[in-house]
């Protein structure tokens, strides 16, 4: 089948130049005339269905690319322990220099006090407590700069047209020869910022519903070769590079039991030999940016949580100074941020674990709760126990622990409604009380 064009004929020119210029064009060999441009533009046009981001999108792009810099775990680390240093030899020195003043009582508040002893421990501070801790991360050391706003020419010269658009929505007429690299400039003089702050996502669906992936091709690849038959997304961050994968961060919700209704927060780039404490630190300073809240240290944790399990599964906290390829084959999995809402732990030592109080005379359960212990004592059990003693006041004889994957939930109801377990209360009483045991 072929298909004949013409140019209209010159009956068809409106003007005198146009008659003139369709004459002129008519004796030019045909592979130099304007004709033939238009054919071979025709020939090989391709359509490309994209979404640009929008402008809060961009600026939210620009706000947080400072955010994944900042010093490193391991300098973060030696940075606090210098600190630490600095701050007991002040204090040594501080203790040093109010005992000789009272030694040779030179302070006049020593001798008008009744108890010179008690007077000397509240002049070396130790009676009250300590609020010498630092509740604010390191300050970055690294400079940041702002993204550039770099206007690159459009060299397209018609090879791009929009056809629709609508809402951020692009069906453009796109020349299919067309190097990546080429779309790719056409894209930064759109959004207005340079070629290597946002990336190409291929979609499989025709909206672009789907999270879609990242596109890794070389710039001289062809359009046509490059999103032959798919939706495609403009992200507005920096690219991968060859070792990084995106991870996706989640509010750890200790009262909320279905993992499906945590909120995501953000994503981070990670390696597989990324630290978590790397990770850590990069979600401290992405929640400062995006959420305005500047978290200290202290207050936060990450946490791996497993499908395994009855109910809740696992929720295992990740070692700071372990690299992310320990997690496995899925080593880029979501990371769970707990922001700390018990004052009581907070800074504390020891090992956490969650807890939940079921009081069989009543049928009532108690809400979710943490309690440290000492995972290195020499009856780590016993030190749990004790734990748990000291926050429900029971004493440790009369606290039985149950791992709640190793029993059937009807005997241990913690995810039953107090009218179920109302309903089968006399069944639930004559089940044997479970032994002491180490909890998951």
Not at 38 to 56: A, M, Y
Not at 132 to 142: D, F, G, I, K
Not at 205 to 220: F, K
């Amino acid at each position: 089948v072929f298909q004949l064009y013409y140019d209209g004929g010159l009956e068809k020119m409106v003007s005198k130049e146009s008659r003139e210029a369709t004459l002129a064009d008519r004796k030019l060999p045909f592979e130099k005339s304007a004709m033939f441009q238009i054919l071979d533009r025709k020939c090989f046009s391709t359509v490309v269905k994209v979404r640009l981001p929008s402008q809060d999108e961009i600026d939210k792009a620009r706000s947080t690319s400072t955010a994944l810099q900042g010093p490193s775990w391991k300098e973060t680390v030696a940075i606090m322990c210098e600190e630490d240093k600095q701050q007991q030899q002040q204090q040594l020195v501080g203790k040093s220099q109010l005992m000789a003043d009272y030694m040779q009582k030179t302070t006049p508040e020593f001798f008008y006090n009744r108890d010179p002893p008690k007077n000397l421990r509240v002049a070396l501070n130790e009676d009250s407590i300590s609020v010498s801790e630092s509740e604010t991360l390191v300050a970055s050391t690294s400079s940041s700069h702002p993204i550039s706003l770099r206007l690159p020419k459009d060299s397209t010269d018609g090879r791009i047209v929009r056809i629709q658009s609508h809402d951020g929505y692009h069906k453009l007429d796109v020349d299919s020869r067309m190097h990546l690299i080429e779309f790719k400039t056409w894209v930064a003089d759109q959004l207005k910022m340079d070629k290597d702050q946002f990336v190409i996502v291929k979609h499989s669906t025709d909206d672009g519903s789907d999270t879609g992936y990242e596109t890794n091709l070389q710039d001289d690849v062809t359009v046509s070769n490059a999103f032959q038959s798919c939706f495609i997304s403009i992200k507005p961050r920096a690219p991968l590079k060859h070792n990084e994968k995106m991870m996706q961060i989640v509010l750890f919700e200790m009262h909320e039991l279905q993992k499906d209704n945590w909120r995501p927060l953000f994503e981070l780039p990670v390696s597989q030999t990324t630290l978590v404490g790397d990770v850590l630190l990069q979600c401290l300073r992405m929640y400062k940016e995006v959420y305005g809240d500047d978290l200290p240290l202290k207050m936060v944790r990450l946490r791996e949580v497993f499908s395994s399990g009855i109910g809740t599964g696992q929720r295992s906290l990740l070692n700071l100074n372990t690299p992310l390829d320990k997690r496995g084959y899925n080593w880029n999995s979501p990371m769970y941020l707990q922001i700390f809402g018990d004052q009581r732990i907070i800074g504390k030592p020891g090992n956490a674990v969650m807890v939940r109080q079921f009081r069989p005379s009543t049928v009532e359960i108690g809400p979710v709760e943490e309690v440290l212990f000492d995972a290195q004592a020499e009856n780590p059990v016993l030190s749990f126990l004790e734990a748990v003693s000291r926050r429900s006041r029971i004493p440790v004889e009369r606290v039985a622990v149950i791992e709640p994957k190793e029993y059937n939930w009807s005997e241990w109801p913690y995810l039953k409604s107090r009218l179920e377990m109302l309903e089968s209360r006399h069944g639930i009483m004559e089940k044997k009380t479970p032994k002491p045991g180490i909890p998951s």
